[in-house]
Nanobody, 127 residues
Framework: QVQLVESGGGLVQAGGSLRLSCAAS????????MGWFRQAPGKEREFVAA????????YYADSVKGRFTISRDNAKNTVYLQMNSLKPEDTAVYYC????????????????????WGQGTQVTVSS
């Protein structure tokens, strides 16, 4: 089992930055791809970014490409999401998720492909 705890959310003005963290329990963190998703009120949960278990490859939604950066520190069992140039439309609850597969070849980008989820952290961007 993997338990995930997000932190780092808050209120920021448009154009500002935030860094989200997701701390994972267990010994298998370094073997799993990790993803960030977000869900705005009245909308479906959407993919934001993902990173392979090795950290070598990263993937982004078009809406955040060039502004957000996903990274991981396997020694600290933590995955990060650096968010720059934030826009009001980035307002949402942000969730991290862990791939159920170990050393997976493909990185999941759909929420249905992830088995482990954190509780979420609220990000609000004011205009």
């Amino acid at each position: 089992q993997v338990q995930l705890v997000e932190s780092g959310g808050g209120l920021v003005q448009a154009g500002g930055s935030l860094r989200l963290s997701c701390a994972a329990s267990g010994r298998t963190f370094s073997s799993r791809a990790m993803g960030w998703f977000r869900q705005a009120p009245g909308k479906e949960r959407e993919f934001v970014a993902a990173i392979t278990w090795s950290g070598v490859n990263t993937y982004y939604a078009d809406s955040v490409k060039g502004r957000f950066t996903i990274s991981r520190d396997n020694a600290k069992n933590t995955v990060y999401l650096q968010m720059n140039s934030l826009k009001p439309e980035d307002t949402a609850v942000y969730y991290c998720a862990a791939d159920p597969d170990l050393y997976g070849y493909y990185v999941p980008t759909k929420s249905s492909q992830y088995d482990y989820w954190g509780q979420g952290t609220q990000v609000t961007v004011s205009s």
